[in-house]
């Protein structure tokens, strides 16, 4: 049986943006930092990676539709923060936010990956962000990188 499976490798050429939902600043930013740390760790080229802020984790598969229909994209790390409140809006822009991220991914063909927390506190999203349970958007950065070589390994 032949093994089909991508590495934990990036050639240096490849162009990757990272779409962050500003909201949630806190968090988010961590979550930034954590893609950014591994696109570079695994030997991803700093000039050939963008970073496209959007208000909130809505606004992130529009910003993720335009990316992708540009072009200039070989795959694209969204993060974001969503947290439970008191009223279902967290139900709401959860679930949205993650339809809407797969949609355009399967539309277009091309790795992406979802970092987007949905929580049920504030503990939970800084544990998520690089405290006890990793940085989500390390591992987020990590599953682009993958399937980048996984498509690569498939003939695209």
């Known amino acids: 049986m032949k093994i089909i499976e991508g590495k934990l490798s990036l050639k240096g050429n490849e162009k990757v943006a990272i779409i962050n939902g500003r909201f949630n600043h806190i968090i988010t930013d961590r979550l930034v930092e954590g893609a950014k740390d591994a696109f570079i760790r695994h030997g991803g080229n700093e000039a050939n990676l963008d970073l496209i802020l959007v208000p909130g984790a809505f606004e992130i598969p529009f910003a993720l539709e335009r990316a992708l229909s540009s072009g200039k994209y070989d795959a694209i790390c969204c993060v974001g923060a969503v947290i439970r409140g008191a009223t279902p809006h967290f139900d709401y822009i959860s679930?949205?936010?993650?339809?809407?991220?797969?949609?355009?991914?399967?539309?277009y063909g091309k790795p992406v990956a979802n970092g987007v927390l949905t929580t049920d506190s504030i503990e939970q999203a800084i544990e998520r962000a690089g405290s006890k349970v990793g940085n989500k958007?390390?591992?987020?950065m990590v599953t682009i990188i993958e399937m980048l070589d996984l498509y690569s390994e498939m003939g695209k």
């Open 137 to 140: 958007g390390a591992e987020a």
């Open 95 to 107: 679930a949205e936010a993650t339809k809407g991220i797969a949609t355009v991914g399967l539309k």
